[in-house]
């Protein structure tokens, strides 16, 4: 059965069961395993990812089934699932293990996945959906988190934080511990130094990728590409960031076409653009129709899932996808 975030964090208490936790939004995702790891603190967690479970999946089940895990409460933690699980839900589905709880995490799961599907219809299982958050949300959390800490900050400052995090919860979660510790014994967060805190080399070089990219500068791409040394686990980071814009982007450009004044367009988009940011927009709004921003929006859905699948070709694959798609309509 789905069972919606906010559901879940009803719960007074946790009994044992099977959770699929599904979706692009990792930090949300991370964010209720760690509720469910609260809830079972006695228990010991055995981690594995798809491909590490499955080399030892007959062991596993073995152990399961004779109970020789310590004779212990357990946490079953399987990352990066795919339909492939399927037969190991199948196969646990009628029986009965006791003191055993199993989380099984993934990206996007498409309404069509056996995985899902089992899950959704059958319920005895928990699935739990997690999407993007907007900016609105991740404003809300920024703001709660400033407010609760008792420090005085602008709302210019948490646009531009929650603006450096690329719309990414687990990022913006851990740009907020940081300014805790630097916090301590002041009352009040300059702009300066959030730009100091949050200015990660790596990130900045990812967001001038994508931004060049949605803005079709083709020389800036490739001089961006070949400055920096991404690496594979780098990908997913630089798609997500391609998503988070090209959603803001589409918002913008609908915008646009109705009341055809790309100044008022930019100047009244909630939350508020950034004024540094407001020359590459206006390039971006001007570059990319509305049509071709919603076809980039699925392609770069669909890229996430074939980089998932080709982890060792990912980099390949994404600078193809990259080129291919950054280019003027005469190049």
């Given at each position: ?259 055809h004044d790309l100044e ?29 921003i919603n076809n980039l ?35």
């Amino acid at each position: 059965m789905i069972l919606k975030t906010y559901e879940f964090l009803k719960k007074k208490k946790l009994t044992d069961s099977v959770y699929l936790l599904f979706g692009d939004n990792e930090g949300y995702q991370n964010e209720i395993q760690s509720k469910i790891l609260e809830f079972k603190k006695e228990a010991k967690i055995f981690r594995y990812d798809e491909k590490e479970f499955f080399e030892n999946y007959n062991t596993i089940l073995s152990e399961l089934y004779n109970k020789s895990f310590f004779e212990t409460e357990k946490i079953i933690l399987i990352s990066r699932v795919t339909d492939k699980t399927s037969q190991f839900i199948y196969e646990i589905l009628d029986k009965e293990l006791e003191d055993t709880t199993i989380i099984l995490k993934a990206g996007i799961l498409e309404k069509k996945s056996k995985l899902r599907s089992i899950f959704e219809k059958n319920k005895s299982l928990i699935c739990i959906p997690f999407y993007n958050d907007d900016q609105k949300t991740l404003i809300s959390l920024a703001s709660n988190f400033f407010r609760e800490s008792n420090i005085s900050v602008s709302f210019e400052l948490i646009n531009a934080l929650v603006e450096r995090c690329n719309g990414n919860r687990g990022y913006l979660e851990n740009e907020l511990k940081k300014i805790k510790l630097y916090s301590e014994g002041k009352k009040v967060i300059t702009l300066k130094d959030i730009f100091l805190l949050t200015n990660l080399t790596e990130n900045i070089n990812v967001s001038e990728l994508v931004d060049n990219c949605l803005s079709k500068n083709q020389k800036k791409i490739i001089k961006i590409i070949n400055e920096n040394n991404y690496n594979n686990e780098d990908c997913i980071l630089i798609t997500r960031t391609f998503l988070s814009k090209l959603k803001r982007l589409k918002i913008l450009r609908a915008d646009f076409d109705k009341n055809h004044d790309l100044e008022g367009t930019i100047a009244n988009h909630k939350p508020p653009i950034f004024w540094k940011d407001k020359p590459m927009v206006t390039q971006q709004i001007r570059k990319r129709g509305l049509k071709e921003i919603n076809n980039l929006i699925i392609k770069m859905s669909n890229l996430e899932l074939l980089i998932k699948e080709n982890s060792s070709n990912s980099l390949n694959i994404l600078y193809d996808f990259i080129l291919g798609n950054c280019r003027e309509p005469n190049n």
